[in-house]
Each structure stands twice: as structure tokens, then as C-alpha cells.
């Protein structure tokens, strides 16, 4: 079992940053069980749908969706089993509840179905 806590969420105004982290425990857990698993950043804004955000694989290998690209980054710490998300420029279209998820296949990609282990989310809202 892996539990995901997110933090960092807020208020901020349109074009400021925020950064996201979110912290991987588990009972067990290990620095090198958590550095094999693929990690994914989802939103869900006020009336929409869940969507995928970003996602980096245990290589490395980080995705994003179209929206996002150029402006957020997501990074992991596998000593600190910790990964986040920088999210700079930020519009109001980025006003959702952010979730951390963690899946043990190489390559869940986009596909919530793919993450077996979520967190509970982090609100962030852009004000224009």
C-alpha cells in the first residue's frame, strides 16, 4: 500500500507559480520501490472531469498534456519519496483540485485507470 498526501495548493493570481508536492509513505515502502513507480498529476475543476496533468516514469520520462506544456514541470525526489509539480503562468482555467496518484506500470500514461494508489487532493485557484 502507498499513500499519496498532496500540499502546496492556494490562492494565486493569474500568471503567479505555485508548486505542488506530494509525499509517498507506505509501510512498505522503499526509496527503491517508490523510485520504480510511474507518478501522475491529475485535476478535476469545478464541474469537469478528472484529467491527466503530467506524469514522469520511472526513467525519467515526463508527459504532459497539451495545456499545460511549457509552463508546469514535474519532478520527483526518489530519495525523499516526494514528487511535484511547478506550475508557473497559471490561468484561471488551472482552478482545480489537484491529485498525485502512483502507479507500478512503466507506462500508465494518461489513463486514470492505470494508477492503483491516489491522494486526496489540493485545491489551487486562479484569480484573473
Known amino acids: 500500500q502507498v499513500q499519496l498526501v498532496e500540499s502546496g495548493g492556494g490562492l494565486v493570481q493569474a500568471g503567479g507559480s505555485l508548486r505542488l508536492s506530494c509525499a509517498a509513505s507506505?509501510?512498505?515502502?522503499?526509496?527503491?520501490?517508490?523510485?520504480?513507480?510511474?507518478m501522475g498529476w491529475f485535476r478535476q475543476g469545478p464541474g469537469k472531469e478528472r484529467e491527466f496533468v503530467a506524469s514522469?516514469?520511472?526513467?525519467?520520462?515526463?508527459d504532459y498534456t497539451d495545456s499545460v506544456k511549457g509552463r508546469f514541470t514535474i519532478s520527483r525526489d526518489n530519495a525523499n519519496t516526494m514528487v511535484y509539480l511547478q506550475m508557473s503562468s497559471l490561468k484561471p482555467e488551472d482552478t482545480a483540485i489537484y491529485y498525485c496518484a502512483a502507479s507500478n506500470l512503466v507506462l500508465p500514461g494518461p489513463l486514470q485507470g492505470k494508477y492503483a494508489y491516489w491522494g486526496q487532493g489540493t485545491q489551487v485557484t486562479v484569480s484573473s
Open positions: 507506505g509501510r512498505t515502502l522503499s526509496i527503491y520501490s517508490f523510485s520504480i513507480y510511474s
Open positions: 514522469i516514469r520511472r526513467s525519467g520520462t515526463t
